[in-house]
């Protein structure tokens, strides 16, 4: 039986709180990045205990697509350029022209395209 792991979109309403609700989740009780490499990274650690492939269902990924979106990635790529000291690469200022047109990926096409680059580890059902 497919071993599956849970979250809920009604439980987070920014990346940080995503960050929070998928740790949980996934390495409930460890320490962990809460970035988007960290997040990459704890994706494969439940394979630790159980090396075959798992299912993450999110549940309410409508709700959660509306709550990350277009506007939290522009938030996002202010709050990374602020901790740079206020000068952003000009990627960085790109990054966050794109989300301000709201163009390109918002923070759920994010996480989704990082689930998604390892199918050898874990399979995303939307619901």
């Given at each position: ?62 709700l ?19 901790a ?44």
């Amino acid at each position: 039986m497919t071993r599956v792991v849970e979250i809920d979109g009604r439980d987070f309403h920014t990346l940080e709180d995503f960050y929070e609700v998928i740790g949980a989740a996934l390495i409930p009780g460890k320490p962990w990045g809460k970035n988007l490499d960290a997040f990459l990274d704890i994706l494969c650690w439940p394979l630790a205990d159980d090396p075959e492939p798992y299912v993450l269902l999110w549940w309410r990924s409508k709700l959660s697509r509306k709550r990350l979106n277009h506007a939290e990635a522009e938030r996002y790529w202010e709050d990374v350029i602020r901790a740079n000291g206020g000068k952003p690469s000009a990627w960085q200022a790109e990054q966050l022209a794109l989300a301000g047109r709201g163009e390109g990926l918002s923070v759920f096409g994010w996480l989704v395209e990082i689930i998604e680059r390892h199918p050898e580890w874990l399979s995303l059902r939307l619901e």
